[in-house]
């Protein structure tokens, strides 16, 4: 069944978008399908498909100790993912870049 409001059967995404539905990695009725997909974003979906592993938490001056993204982009940097943008920040609002996710995609499937 399709859970999205907004996404329709015979959309070429429309396969995916239910399977991350069933795999948890989004919730809700609405996709979203056109919005823009975030660093922070990214790295959270590939961490609840990794199945939430545990790594130290990062101290990012940009990430907050309790932010949804937090657990997310300690895993990341702790599987060598990402580095962050800086020594000190992850910029987990701004836009990820096709290159960007084909980067951590790579990185977290080698």
Known sequence: ?????????????????RWAYEKELVSGNVFSPDAPC????????LYLLAGFPDAPLSTFSDVAPDSVYSRAISWAVDQG???GKTADT??????CTRGHVVTFLYRAMA
């Not at 992850?90 to 836009?95: G, I, K, R, S, Y």
């Open 1 to 17: 069944d399709n859970p999205f409001t907004d996404v329709e059967e015979d959309a070429d995404y429309s396969k995916a978008a």
């Open 38 to 45: 975030t660093r922070g974003q990214t790295v959270l979906f």
């Open 81 to 83: 993912i990402t580095t």
């Open 90 to 95: 992850f910029a987990p609002d701004e836009l």
